[in-house]
């Protein structure tokens, strides 16, 4: 006996405390080569039984015997391998996948044990020609066939793992008397080494085919009758034992094939998904484009690649001087360093037509560093060692006020005069210096001025060295200044000298304060950009919240898109489990589809940022009425440095976001995915 039913009944629970018995105490036995018809009026139990045979449904008491093994201790993986291998069925309904055309439901099922592409092809085309359909029908969607078209496309699914039973649920139920004639001829035919099973309300048909016919009332046996003798089948090979899995491969071509047809829907909820992905592709480009800002005006400031190094002692929180300036030696050994130098005195104070110009001041390095300022220069470079100096447009105004010259005509200054005085400091230096260039820096009304370092120093030896108070200025300066070769290498350079002296602490407003132990490095510059830096991370900060916020609905929206689907599909997802779709791959199938959703909402969100993008800049151009253009840039490529070389990821972020949004489409896709694998199926493929 390859299957045995021994006691099985079936309650459906109805009410609270009330219960339905569609099956009660059935005990039949079948073996291969027989012809089974299960005849009885609608609503006797006939399908219920079926689909306990088929390990559609478990039965809530009795055993299923299955090739004289039990199945009171068979597992969901068991079922799965059971009614993949050793059983097809064939529905009144066909139940076949509508988007799929005759020759993808037949090979489905040889999808579902891992059967490579070529061979499943062969094989479908093979089985249909056998059922008598040709290869062009085979092409044709089940809703461009005949109802006995329909059911010829189903038998050979049902055949297509070779299974050792197949069980029909009112075959002929959906056809008219003589199309089910033909329908029955063939099953006869086609599967006459197999137990068949049939369940039909059908008299004529069932003691026609039977070779035993069961006859059930309101679940129960009325009456076995054996009709003629069964066929003849001498091997006995039960129990197929291939246990070959559906790859994700295959999950993910056969999900494909199913947004293809539901494109619409897809697209919308890729959309959602997109908003988030397109936000943060955004975010990411400005603050981006933010940085590349910072990096280009820093270079702009005249003193940019001059930073100024101090030693701190924490002794009651007061500097301690520097002695010599032999301690900064090993500055020498970075490349970027140009130059080491004693800070000059700041106190002076500046004067154009004997109006005070309340400005900051710094040392230019030696004119051979300056190549990067050239670019924003008007006029000159001060010449080395003189008394020449460069001033910003904020420096300019003031002068253009002093002298009542021409407004907006920045030019007008050059070559004019300003005075430094230092009698602040009770030193009685009192001289011109000439303006030979404006520098063109971020403009934020911060009067700056720059002069000639050796022209400065050999001014203020030579002219007043026996001033006693100055002298002493420059013997007890407790600041160095280092010139590096190109501003851009401040950062490099602040984190080089933080790693050789030891230092953990890179906070340069703290150490600024001067209460911090050890070396610490300023330059405006340096200040400038972390006070920006700082603005720009907050705001970023802000704005990446509001997007994760973003992707968490089109997360909701995207798992509610899904569970619709998962509703929609029900009958999709019961013809997967009958023809032995386990639960994992028809988790697979709907996790393929979240993940696919992810993809398509990373890339129309990276891709709708890039069009995006230039258009906003235009808006915010256009009504703001400064130059946006190109402030949002969206990183193509990432510079890794490693041990100083530094590597070009092409894609990098990019890449990273539409991997984000994967991961988000696949977390919204679990849950779903779950339902539909716990979904109540055989509901779905009743025929009533
Ligand atoms: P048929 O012989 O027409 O195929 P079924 O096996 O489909 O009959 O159903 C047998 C009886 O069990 C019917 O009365 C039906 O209403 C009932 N039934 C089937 N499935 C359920 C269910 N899930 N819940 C409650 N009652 C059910
Ligand atoms: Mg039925």
């Not at 071509?253 to 047809?261: G, H, P, T, V």
Request: overall charge positive; glycine content about 6%; aromatic content about 8%.
């Amino acid at each position: 006996m390859i299957l045995e039913l021994k006691g099985i009944s079936k309650e459906f629970k109805i009410g609270k405390k009330e219960y339905f018995y569609a099956l009660k105490d059935i005990n039949l036995a079948f073996d291969k080569g027989e012809f089974i018809s299960i005849l009885g009026p609608s609503g006797c139990g006939k399908s219920t039984l079926l689909n306990i045979i088929a390990g559609l449904d478990t039965a809530s008491c009795g055993d299923l015997i299955i090739d004289n093994q039990s199945t009171k201790k068979y597992k969901d993986k068991d079922w799965d391998f059971y009614r993949k291998n050793n059983v097809g069925i064939i529905f009144q309904q066909f139940n076949l996948i509508e988007h799929f055309s005759a020759l993808e439901n037949v090979e489905l099922s040889m999808t579902l044990v891992g059967i490579k592409k070529k061979q499943r092809r062969q094989r479908a085309l093979d089985l249909l020609a056998r059922v008598g359909i040709d290869k062009e029908h085979a092409m044709h969607t089940p809703s461009e066939l005949s109802g006995g078209q329909k059911q010829r496309v189903a038998i050979a699914r049902a055949l297509a793992n070779d299974p050792d039973v197949i069980l029909a649920d009112e075959p002929t139920g959906a056809l008219d008397s003589q199309t089910g004639l033909m329908i029955m001829e063939l099953l006869k035919e086609v599967a006459s080494d197999k137990l068949i099973i049939m369940v039909t309300h059908n008299e004529k048909l069932a003691y026609e085919y039977g070779s035993k016919v069961v006859r059930l009332l309101d679940g129960e046996i009325q009456k076995i009758e054996e009709i003629k003798n069964k066929e003849e089948i001498k091997e006995h090979t039960f129990l197929n034992k291939r246990d070959r899995k559906m790859s994700f491969k295959e999950a993910f071509k056969l999900s494909m094939r199913n947004m293809k047809k539901k494109f619409g829907r897809v697209f919308i909820t890729a959309l959602a998904g997109a908003i988030g992905i397109c936000g943060i592709t955004l975010v990411l480009g400005l603050s981006n484009g933010a940085n590349a800002f910072i990096n280009e005006q820093i270079t702009r400031f005249g003193s940019s690649n001059v930073v100024t190094i101090t030693k701190n002692i924490k002794k009651d929180n007061k500097l301690e001087a520097i002695k010599d300036i032999k301690e900064f030696d090993f500055l020498k050994k970075n490349e970027d360093v140009s130059q080491i130098r004693v800070e000059l005195p700041e106190a002076g104070k500046w004067y154009v037509n004997d109006n005070n110009i309340d400005t900051q001041q710094n040392a230019l390095a030696p004119t051979s560093d300056l190549d990067f300022l050239k670019p924003y220069l008007n006029g000159k470079l001060p010449k080395d060692n003189s008394k020449e100096v460069i001033v910003n447009k904020a420096f300019a105004r003031k002068v253009i006020n002093a002298l009542n010259l021409k407004d907006d005509d920045y030019d007008s200054v050059l070559n004019k005069n300003v005075k430094l005085d230092f009698t602040s400091l009770k030193i009685p230096i009192n001289t011109e210096f000439k303006i030979v260039g404006i520098v063109d820096e971020l403009d934020v009304d911060q009067p700056f001025i720059y002069y000639d370092y050796d022209g400065m120093k050999s001014y203020l030896q030579d002219t007043k060295i026996k001033t006693e108070s100055l002298y002493k200025i420059l013997q007890t300066n407790t600041k160095f200044e280092v010139v590096l070769k190109n501003p851009h290498q401040l950062l490099s350079f602040r984190d080089w000298v933080l790693k050789e002296s030891n230092q953990s602490n890179n906070n340069m407003l703290a150490s600024y304060m001067g209460n911090q132990e050890g070396i610490s490095l300023t330059s405006f510059a340096l200040i400038f950009q972390q006070a920006l830096q700082m603005i720009i991370n907050l705001v970023q900060l802000v704005m990446i919240a509001f997007l994760i916020l973003a992707l968490v609905v089109s997360s909701i929206l995207i798992a509610i898109v899904l569970f619709a689907s998962v509703l929609e599909r029900k009958v999709e997802i019961g013809i997967l489990k009958a023809i032995g779709a386990r639960k994992k791959d028809i988790m697979r199938i709907f996790k393929a589809e979240a993940i696919i959703i992810g993809l398509l909402s990373g890339l129309i969100g990276v891709g709708l940022a890039f069009v995006l993008a230039p258009i906003g800049e235009k808006v915010v151009t256009h009504f703001s009425g400064y130059d946006f253009t190109n402030t949002i840039k969206i990183p193509l490529s990432y510079d890794l440095s490693i041990n100083n070389i530094i590597y070009h990821i092409p894609l990098l972020q990019i890449i990273l976001l539409i991997l984000i949004s994967v991961i988000v489409a696949f977390i919204a896709g679990y849950l779903p995915s779950r339902r539909a694998t716990k979904m109540e199926v055989i509901d779905a493929l009743r025929d009533e």
